[in-house]
């Protein structure tokens, strides 16, 4: 396959991304698309019906994971995947996730059109959720094809509005017991496209990221709890003010992560104050804290080192500090082969490509555990991502989709299970 004279053959792509730009738009811009609600359902029906334009037979799975499935002539063997997630962040951008469904469903109709059926069987997919954005756990839909989580785990898991992640599965139209089994074990490969979400590539000029690995994360939900009291009437030295205390722990990690270097990062992203008044001494502060490293022992050091240094100063300030950690990945490797060979495809297409690590966190990571995985990254503009401004160049789109229908090639068509 030519890579370089097929990388205008996508324009259907193009299209469905600025179709499922649409499904969840915010009137100021940027795209929220959470979990089970109705954009979400909407979005599904969306890519459900693209998917049987493709020719492919569609079909869901109890947690809402969609798939489109290009049956092959060998079907013992192990399958084929592409594919991203479906789900945003709160006004998010049009390409996270979608990008990699959308090349996805190109892909699989081009490979259709131009070489029929395939000897393993490729699918496509839409998982149903990666971003932890509504509710507290990441990799729902990976994670219950993985095995991580079954139907029936959210009983106890609710959103900002109190409902159960299990509520909103089943008023969604899943969660039945008639509907098919999350778990794989018939997947061989996984190959997923995603735009970088950050400034790498666009600075070193070039064009394909071929990833190496996956950072490991660690996400706190922090609580400090001092006493609400009078802003007026209660004398500086008798507080227990918990904002204050959160702002010194707040400043205190980002301090830790600029002098622990070695691409360690730290992010606090969300904080809640109560009873949130102008003249009341704030009784109860929550705040994330977001940790990402390449190296497990990075990882474990740093967190125990934050959270004992919140433990002083909430000692010294007299206030009570909670931790609870929510997300735990650890840093996973992609596979060598399977990296190699897209990075051989790029090379033989004259594409620039550079080998380079996500500080993100991808459902690649989770794959990694049923199958081999890779990943490949197309340029984002500005490094933004997670945001309304985030973009991606079409042409970049579709040379990352012309690679990935490539790999997908050789993978499906050519070279059977062999590496």
């Known amino acids: ?13 193009m299209r469905l991304l600025e179709e499922l730009g649409r499904i969840g738009r915010e009137p100021g811009g940027g795209v929220t698309r959470l979990l089970y609600t109705p954009s979400w359902c909407e979005a599904q029906r969306l890519l459900a019906d693209r998917m049987a334009d493709a020719g492919l037979e569609v079909r869901y799975d109890r947690a809402g994971n969609l798939y489109g499935r290009l049956p092959g002539t060998r079907p013992d063997l192990p399958v084929v995947l592409t594919g991203s997630h479906v789900d945003t962040v709160r006004v998010g951008g049009n390409y996270d996730g ?19 059926t395939p000897v393993r069987t490729l699918e496509v997919v839409s998982f149903c959720e990666e971003e932890g954005s509504r509710f507290p756990l990441t990799y729902w839909g990976s994670g219950s094809i993985e095995g991580r989580y079954r139907i029936g785990d959210g009983t106890g898991i609710y959103d900002a509005e109190g409902v159960s ?23 061989g490969d996984y190959v997923e496209l995603h735009i970088e979400q950050g400034v790498v590539l666009e600075a070193a000029g070039r064009r394909i990221g071929v990833v190496e690995s996956i950072v490991g994360q660690r996400r706190y939900g922090i609580t400090v709890t001092g006493t609400s009291n009078h802003a007026g009437t209660t004398p500086m030295s008798y507080r227990a003010d918990a904002l204050a205390g959160a702002a010194e722990m707040i400043i205190k990690v980002e301090e830790m992560a600029w002098q622990a270097g070695r691409g360690l990062v730290a992010t606090v992203g969300r904080i809640e104050a109560w009873p949130n008044t102008p003249n009341v001494v704030p009784g109860q502060v929550r705040f994330s804290l977001d940790i990402r490293h390449t190296e497990s022992y990075m990882l474990n050091e740093f967190s125990e080192a934050a959270l ?27 596979d060598g082969a399977l990296a190699g060979r897209i990075e051989r495809l790029c ?44 973009y991606t160049e079409p042409a970049h789109l579709s040379e990352g989709t012309a690679v990935l229908t490539a790999c997908l090639h050789e993978l499906a068509y050519t070279t059977g299970v062999d590496g």
């Open 1 to 13: 396959m030519n890579i370089a004279a097929e990388s205008g053959a996508f324009p259907d792509m």
């Open 98 to 116: 979608a990008a990699g469904i959308a090349a996805g469903i190109a892909a699989l109709s081009y490979l259709k059109r131009r070489f029929g």
């Open 165 to 187: 992640l299990d509520e909103a599965m089943k008023a969604a139209g899943f969660g039945r017991g008639g509907q098919p089994d999350c778990r794989r074990t018939d997947i």
């Open 308 to 334: 004992e240094t919140f433990r002083g100063i909430a000692a010294v300030r007299k206030l009570r500090m909670e931790a609870a950690c929510w997300v735990k990945t650890e840093p996973v490797p992609m």
């Open 347 to 390: 090379i033989e297409a004259n594409l620039p490509c550079l080998r380079m690590v996500s500080g993100a966190g991808h459902d690649a990571q989770i794959m990694a555990a049923v199958s081999r995985a890779a990943m490949l990254f197309v340029p984002s503009r500005g490094g933004i991502s997670h945001a309304k401004e985030e």
